[in-house]
């Protein structure tokens, strides 16, 4: 099995893969070929504060690549452009208010980050 890990906006953070008791370490733009036979448990995780995943296979020759949800994030910066729009249309807004939205929105990203934030994805021969 081949797991690839490409991480393009955060270039120091590495991914921990569990195999067999075994914690390995992949640095971002390298990959890890692991020796896996079916029923093994395969888990991720990237970076030390998000959680940890099981990677399904269904075959031991199985090539996957760990990327962040790129979907979590173009959520944020449209909820985030969202709030801008509203703001400007509403030109007087209490700073304490805008305080308590801004730190519940940042706290409401982190968690799903935490829980959501990278996925690995089935990776086939001849993809760009």
């Known amino acids: 099995m081949k797991i690839k890990y490409t991480n393009n906006g955060q270039s120091r953070m590495p991914a921990f893969v569990f ?22 448990a395969v888990s991720y995780r990237v970076g030390k504060f998000t959680a940890t995943h099981k990677l399904a ?7 996957f690549q760990i990327q962040p949800n790129k979907r979590l994030q173009l959520l944020f910066v449209a909820a985030l452009m969202i709030l801008v729009g509203v703001l400007f249309v509403f030109k007087s807004v209490n700073n304490t208010l805008l305080t308590v939205v801004v730190v ?22 001849g993809q760009a």
Request: no cysteine; aromatic share 12%.
């Open 57 to 63: 296979f269904q075959s031991p020759e199985a090539t």
């Open 104 to 125: 519940i929105a940042l706290v409401g990203y982190e968690a799903l980050n935490y829980f959501t934030g990278y996925k690995a994805v089935p990776w086939h021969d």
């Open 19 to 40: 195999h067999q008791g075994e914690t390995h370490e992949i640095t971002p733009g390298h990959e890890l070929t692991l020796t896996v036979k079916r029923g093994d």
